[in-house]
């Protein structure tokens, strides 16, 4: 197998049908196709809706990262898919869709960890992670902080969130803020007209009593509630919600909250780069805040760009290139998808 193998990666774990394409660490394609606009109406995604649109989308969207890379089936060394965690139905679209390719084309496949995926993307901006770093991986299913050793191996989980991740809260507050979904885009854009700290939001589990047992753990549902119980007293006393400054001070209560716990795992593990991952990563004020203060803890930041935090192919394209340059022998062709895959498996062991 080449140093630098070619290697075309498939994510349907949740609502973004995607087939990347990398050459090593090098981004060839990155095809996606959203069935976002479909589960608006609901607040969230469909399990069934998005298993429809992944297997509606599948073939058209291999196609185009096969052109957009000017590579055909037959150049690719190795097919990544995501196997896990992620919804049961749309899991199978990729994974059923990636044995057939790799049968037809006697190609090795991988199946991946999706929150790995997420870590291993900023490879294709940044390099070859340092390890150890800590990743902090904030989406719509997930909030963890986890301790990289060595991403072919497994991952140390250090804490994760305790109710609702990061992105939920979003995407729920947006909701009762009458934004539409997905919640963090909009939450970010509207922000950037409000005033942070005009609402003092509860920080949870930063208290000293809750450090002492949950200091790498995340709560965000204490914080959805205080909203909500803000914004219905507002409109009880008939005054107009200030909606850009609850969006403000809600989004940094957020993001005050993970960077701290983020920095503080780096002081502890004595690390010194934190590789931030998930959809909520493209978040604007995560993004300045966690830059401000790295730089005050003499801790290096690698965000990759927003379109490579949120799901994507070529994060699973990138995790797959990391594992067979590392010589990791493939999965087996009858992989199963594992819709609660665990992060100490970072591939389905061959
Ligand atoms: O990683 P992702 O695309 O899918 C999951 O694996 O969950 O993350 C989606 C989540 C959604 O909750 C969405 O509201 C959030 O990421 N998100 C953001 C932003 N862009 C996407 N949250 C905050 N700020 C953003 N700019
Ligand atoms: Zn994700």
Not at 147 to 175: H, Q, S, W
Not at 195 to 201: G, S
Request: with cysteine.
């Amino acid at each position: 197998m080449p140093d630098e193998p070619l290697v075309l990666g498939i994510e349907t774990s949740c609502d973004e049908t995607g087939v990347g394409i990398v050459r090593g660490h090098t981004l060839l394609a990155d095809a996606l196709a959203s069935s976002v606009d479909q589960h608006a109406r609901f607040g969230g995604v469909v399990p069934e809706v998005a298993s429809r649109a992944h297997l509606e989308a599948i073939v058209p969207t291999m196609q185009r990262a096969l052109d957009d890379a000017g590579v055909t089936l037959r150049d690719i060394d190795a097919i990544a898919v995501t196997a896990g965690p992620g919804l049961a139905g749309a899991l199978l679209v990729g994974v059923a869709a990636a044995k057939g390719y790799a049968l037809a084309a006697e190609k090795p496949i991988y199946g991946v960890n999706h929150l790995a995926a997420h870590v291993a993307v900023d490879t294709l901006e940044h390099g070859p992670l340092p390890e150890p770093a800590v990743a902090m991986l904030v989406s719509g299913g997930h909030s963890s902080l986890l301790l990289v050793d060595d991403l072919t191996a497994g991952v140390t989980p250090l804490g994760a969130t305790i109710d609702d991740a990061a992105g939920e809260a979003f995407d729920k507050v947006a909701r009762l803020l009458g934004m539409g979904f997905p919640g963090g885009p909009v939450i970010d854009r509207t922000a950037r007209d409000g005033d942070p700290r005009a609402i003092a939001f509860p920080r949870g589990l930063t208290a000293p009593k809750d450090l002492a047992t949950h200091r790498f753990d995340f709560s965000f549902s204490g914080l959805k509630t205080a909203v909500a119980r803000w914004v219905e007293a507002r409109e009880r006393s008939g005054e107009p919600v200030p909606v850009a400054d609850v969006a403000a001070s809600f989004q940094d209560a957020v993001c005050d909250v993970l960077t701290a716990k983020a920095l503080d795992a780096c002081r502890e593990h004595g690390v010194e780069t934190l590789v931030i991952g998930g959809g909520v990563a493209a978040n604007s004020r995560l993004r300045l805040l966690a830059e401000e203060r790295a730089a005050k803890a003499g801790v290096r930041v690698r965000v990759p760009r927003p379109q490579l935090c949120t799901d994507n192919g070529a994060m699973v394209a990138a995790l797959g290139s990391h594992l067979v340059a590392a010589g990791v022998a493939p999965s087996p062709l009858d992989l199963p998808a594992d819709s609660a895959m665990s992060l100490t498996s970072i591939a389905v062991a061959g």
